[in-house]
């Protein structure tokens, strides 16, 4: 099982990106796909679920309103990033978990850099 997550880069304070994450090597059914942020000396956090459906969206309070998940079909994940901050900078991972949340996620995709520049 593979999640490759891309769409990361450097963009001004204000601007926009759009992360993907397209997964294979199963079908993620009934499965949550989203989005976790980490700095370098800080522990991971949540930014953002969705559920199969696509529905049952999370967000952290952090993104909300800035941020949008959206989930295309059972393997691909986007995630639209606007009104980006700097302390928005992060490597972005792609994750995936059986059920309604995104908290323990059983895979995780490599990381995608993303640098939010004042």
């Known amino acids: 099982v593979q999640l490759q997550a891309s769409g990361g880069g450097l963009v001004q304070a204000g601007g926009s990106l759009r992360l993907s994450c397209a997964a294979s090597?199963?079908?993620?059914?009934?499965?949550?796909m989203g989005w976790f942020r980490q700095v370098p000396g800080k522990e991971r956090e949540f930014v953002a679920s969705v559920y199969w459906s696509g529905e049952r969206i999370h967000y952290a309070d952090s993104v909300k309103g800035r941020f949008t998940i959206s989930r295309e079909n059972d393997n691909t994940v986007f995630l639209q990033m606007d009104s980006l901050k700097p302390e928005d900078t992060a490597v972005y991972y792609c994750?995936?978990?059986?059920?309604?949340?995104?908290?323990?996620?059983?895979?995780w995709g490599q990381g995608t850099l993303v640098t939010v520049s004042s």
């Open positions: 090597g199963r079908m993620f059914t009934y499965y949550s």
């Open positions: 994750a995936a978990e059986y059920g309604y949340t995104l908290s323990q996620p059983d895979y």
